[in-house]
């Protein structure tokens, strides 16, 4: 526990991004290590490992239901840091009108590349 509590302290010492040997990167510079962030697809809303219109209609029913959802950052289509009626529009925009791809990580799974509050704490689809 005191180790753990120890290296945790030098890697806020030694600022974001920074890299403790034997512990991780911490590339996208949000304070965790990126072994310990989920991995996910931004787009998959329900994780079922595909990219459809029933991500759409899941991040509909997150909007106005206030149905739940698994990976607020896989919501999070435009990467602003807000899940609003602009991320299904543009979700939908993508899969029908060829518009702009979700932001990374995108099509593969990954973890989030910027630093922000969405949370994803649990996604099947990677």
Not at 35 to 44: A, I, K, L, M, Y
Request: glycine share 12%; proline share 6%; charged share 20%.
């Amino acid at each position: 526990m005191r180790v753990g509590l120890i290296l945790l302290l030098l890697g806020l010492l030694l600022g974001h991004g920074s890299v403790i040997h034997g512990i991780g990167n911490n590339l996208n510079g949000n304070d965790f290590i990126d072994s310990c962030e989920t991995p996910f697809s931004r787009g998959n809303i329900n994780t079922d490992d595909s990219l459809d219109l029933s991500d759409a209609i899941s991040l509909l029913g997150f909007i106005f239901f206030g149905e739940p959802i698994p990976c607020l950052a896989a919501a999070d289509i435009n990467d602003d840091e807000v899940i609003d009626l602009t991320d299904p529009i543009l979700l939908l925009d993508y899969l029908y009108t060829s518009g702009e791809a979700p932001f990374a990580p995108f099509p593969d799974c990954g973890i989030d590349p910027t630093v922000g509050e969405m949370e994803c704490d649990n996604f099947d689809g990677c």
